[in-house]
Each structure stands twice: as structure tokens, then as C-alpha cells.
């Protein structure tokens, strides 16, 4: 009796599941055209009943998984909504290529949702303004200049222990575009861009994430750079509610090959000041060696004069006989 019931509640298990499985429907959600700016950053989108559905299940999307997902629900109707995760100001808004927020599932259908950048951020689309920074002038290139790949970067020195996340904002004076930096506890405080163009760079500002009471501010050490020399922009940053908070560069302090390298460089203004004379340490016996044989050479430098006086002197007697 056992084993039929068993065999029976297998046997339901199988049918419910195979009727699941024709009344589902699938849904891919994917990012597509993310700009590299944003690689490091998850995607988190939602799906319920509604925007105020407490129980919305979450996808998370980022570059482990491509930014891409599939899941599987019930036939209904849904609510689709798209975030960049810690993007709480909007400034990286994300919106279906078809304008898609409700899509009604049907049992046995697959569904493609495709998000995308949406363009101006919430704070530029109602002000016409840019929320972090002013943009310069435009500066005109060279004669000989072409828009060419080149790589920008920007670094960081700040008080130890400083952990929060640092977004850098610089603009090429030649082609008006805008790159921001992210920098990390985990990359050391320094990042790179390494799809930038050539050209005249200009640092326009610095934020810490989430710094709403501005208790963080920026200087830089040079305010516009050539890529012909080299972009590397150094920043340092004061915590204004303890400024006397001891600083140090992460990506230079921190680093081991850096450290190693400065270590080399530095190693003749490193060492200690030795004393224009050095005296020789030399043990007895050796100067004793080093006396003798002093005063041999000083008979062998005289051997001649002696010769040449005794040759001088028996010349003289025989004259006189």
C-alpha cells in the first residue's frame, strides 16, 4: 500500500509539473549598450504586481552573468522596473527599448525585455544643468591633432582609513567629452579610463557618493592635463570634520611595487651621510707588511744615487794617485 501511494504522489508530482511547465511563461531581461563607465556596477530589476508590490522579485544583473537573466513565471500580468544599484539621484536612469512597464504573460510564451540608458539623468532632464560639475570652454586642438585612443586616469591622496566611494569628473577640452572616474577602497583610490581620446584634459570636480552634507572636499594638484604628457590627476581630499586626520596615497603608499620602486629610487637620498673621510681600518699586522715594504721602495728610489756618488768617488781618489 505504501509503495502504490508513493508511486501515485510521484506520479501527481510529474503532472503538476509538466503543467507548470506548459501554463509558464519565460522572461529574459538583459542591459544591453552599457557604457564602460558603469561595467563595475549591478543592475537590479524588479517584477510584481505593481510599483508598491513589497513581494517583487528581484533580478540582479552585472558582469558575472552578462547582464543577462532568465526567469520563469506564473501567467499574469507584470510590473517591470530597471535601477543601476546605489543610483538613488538617478543619474543613470534605464528604460526598455519598447517603453515596456506592464507586460501581460502568457502560459508558453518567452518574452524578451531589453534595457537601456535613457539618456538625460532625472536632475539634467528638470534643470538643464549638469548636478555634479560645470562644463569649460572648448579649447580648438592643434592643427595636426586627431581624436586618437588614449588613457586618462586620476588618483588619490586621503586621510587613512578613508573608504567611501570617490566618482571624478573630467572633461577633453578638444572634443567636450565627459568621463567619470570611480575610485575604490578596493582599486586603492586610483582609477583609469582607458577608452578615453586624446587631447587637453580638464579636471572638473569630485564627489563622495552619498555625501550629502558635503563633509568631504577636493583639491587638485593640477587643474588641466595634456595627454601628450601624460593624464594622471592627483586629488586630495579633506575630511572637514576632522581635518587633522593623518593622509597617505593608497595606490602609491600602499602598493608594493611602487614602494619597491621608490625605495630603489630613492636609496642614495635614503642612506645615511657617511663622513668625507673614511679611516682606514687595518689590522696590525698589515701596516707592519705595509711599513717595510714603504721603506723598501724608499731604498730601492735611492739604489741609483748611491751607485752614481760611489762611481763619482772612486774616480776622484784615482785621479789624485
Known amino acids: 500500500m505504501r509503495k502504490f501511494l508513493a508511486l501515485l504522489f510521484a506520479l501527481l508530482l510529474c503532472t503538476a509539473t509538466k503543467v507548470y511547465a506548459e501554463d509558464a511563461a519565460t522572461v529574459t531581461v538583459a542591459v544591453k549598450d552599457f557604457p564602460q563607465k558603469l561595467q563595475n556596477r549591478t543592475v537590479i530589476v524588479t517584477l510584481g504586481d505593481g510599483p508598491s508590490d513589497t513581494e517583487s522579485t528581484v533580478i540582479v544583473l552585472d558582469g558575472l552573468n552578462n547582464y543577462t537573466a532568465t526567469v520563469t513565471v506564473a501567467p499574469s500580468e507584470y510590473y517591470f522596473a530597471a535601477a543601476v544599484q546605489y543610483d538613488a539621484l538617478g543619474d543613470y536612469p534605464l528604460q526598455e527599448i519598447n517603453q515596456t512597464t506592464f507586460l501581460q504573460a502568457e502560459g508558453g510564451n518567452h518574452y524578451d525585455l531589453i534595457y537601456t540608458l ?15 560639475y560645470t562644463l569649460q570652454p572648448l579649447e580648438t586642438p592643434p592643427e595636426n591633432y586627431e581624436p586618437k585612443p588614449a588613457q586618462v586616469g586620476a588618483y588619490l591622496t586621503a586621510p587613512v582609513g578613508f573608504s567611501q566611494h570617490v566618482i571624478v569628473y573630467l572633461q577633453n577640452l578638444y572634443t567636450d567629452d565627459v568621463y567619470d572616474l570611480e575610485l575604490y577602497e578596493s582599486n586603492g583610490l586610483a582609477a583609469v579610463e582607458p577608452n578615453a581620446l586624446r587631447g587637453k584634459y580638464a579636471f572638473l570636480s569630485a564627489c563622495v557618493v552619498g555625501d550629502a552634507e558635503n563633509r ?9 592635463l595634456s595627454t601628450e604628457n601624460g593624464v594622471d590627476f592627483h586629488l586630495t581630499v579633506t575630511d572637514t570634520a576632522k581635518p587633522d586626520r593623518e593622509m597617505n596615497t593608497p595606490s602609491r603608499d600602499q602598493n608594493s611595487t611602487v614602494q619597491a620602486a621608490n625605495s630603489f629610487n630613492n636609496r642614495n637620498a635614503d642612506a645615511p651621510q657617511q663622513p668625507t673621510a673614511v679611516p682606514e681600518i687595518v689590522s ?3 701596516k707592519q707588511q705595509k711599513k717595510q715594504l714603504d721603506q ?5 728610489d735611492f739604489m741609483p744615487v748611491v751607485l752614481v756618488g760611489a762611481v763619482l768617488f772612486a774616480v776622484c781618489r784615482k785621479h789624485r794617485r
Open 118 to 132: 535613457a539618456g538625460s539623468s532625472w536632475y539634467e532632464s528638470v534643470t538643464g544643468q549638469q548636478r555634479h
Open 296 to 300: 723598501f721602495s724608499l731604498l730601492l
Open 216 to 224: 568631504y572636499q577636493f583639491s587638485c594638484e593640477q587643474n588641466e
Open 284 to 286: 696590525q699586522p698589515v
